[in-house]
């Protein structure tokens, strides 16, 4: 008798946690886009420091490191940044600079002379080397130079 109670209830628990989880990967946590800074600081002089001042960061929720291999970050025109043999620490961060400068473990850059990411609308999307969708981030005139995802 008390397995026929417990049973209902049991699902309507596992139909509540669907709704406040949006995805299985961040139920189970995984790579998410976290913050894109769309818009770079001052004028758009072109220069290095202001492509650098763009730049998308990718956050690891899970406890565990998870290999970014051959993920590609693209924005709507199609602009992509392929990431070669990296691994992103348990609650670490990386940040993906559209500019030239020297990979580390915390920031990685596109070597692009041009601008990548709008500052009026865009979408950044993250996927996996099969193209499998990982997550994305979208952003209008509303939101100020950055937006947290």
């Keep these: 008798m008390r397995i026929r109670a417990a049973l209902p209830a049991l699902a309507g628990a596992v139909a509540l946690t669907g709704t406040f989880l ?67 620490g348990a609650g670490k961060t990386v940040i993906v600079h559209t500019g030239k400068g020297t990979a580390t473990s915390a920031h990685r850059y596109q070597n692009r ?11 950044a999307t993250l996927t996996k080397a099969n193209g499998s969708r990982v997550d994305s981030c979208s952003w209008t005139t509303r939101d100020p130079s950055s937006k947290y995802c």
Excluded: C, M
């Design 22 to 88: 949006s995805t299985p990967a961040q139920a189970a946590g995984g790579i998410t886009i976290h913050r894109a800074y769309f818009d770079s600081p001052g004028s758009d002089t072109g220069s290095n420091a202001s492509l650098n001042g763009e730049w998308v960061q990718l956050k690891n929720t899970s406890s565990a490191a998870i290999s970014v291999n051959g993920w590609i970050l693209k924005d709507i025109a199609n602009h992509r940044f392929t990431f070669p043999n990296v691994k992103i």
């Design 113 to 123: 002379r041009a601008y990548v990411w709008n500052n009026t609308s865009d979408t």
